[in-house]
Nanobody, 125 residues
């Protein structure tokens, strides 16, 4: 059974940076698309960034392009989300997800089979 454990959330001032980590276990990491979703208070959970199983293709929601970078380390079975120039509107619970899809099927929650427990990111103004 695949398990995902996020870490790295916290409180940061606007303009600051954070790096989230997602540790993957219980399966073959190199066969899964990895993604980060976020859920702001009172809102739906939405895709932030995704990286395919090869590591060569990435996808970002428009609001984070140029500020966030998704990556993966096959030796450590870990996916990362480097977040820079953080803004108060980035405040949310961030979730790591793993699935077997890419392209349009990897945009929504239904494209992912496994989820982490979530980590809070709070950006103060």
């Amino acid at each position: 059974q695949v398990q995902l454990v996020e870490s790295g959330g916290g409180l940061v001032q606007a303009g600051g940076s954070l790096r989230l980590s997602c540790s993957f276990s219980g399966g073959f990491f190199n066969t899964y698309t990895m993604a980060w979703f976020r859920q702001p208070p009172g809102q739906e959970r939405v895709l932030v960034a995704a990286i395919d199983w090869t590591g060569h293709s990435t996808d970002y929601t428009e609001s984070v392009k140029g500020r966030f970078t998704i990556s993966r380390d096959y030796a450590k079975n870990t996916a990362y989300l480097q977040m820079s120039i953080l803004q108060p509107e980035d405040t949310a619970v961030y979730y790591c997800a793993a699935g077997r899809n890419w392209g349009p099927m990897a945009v929504g929650e239904n494209g992912y089979n496994y989820w982490g427990q979530g980590t809070q990111v709070t950006v103060s103004s």
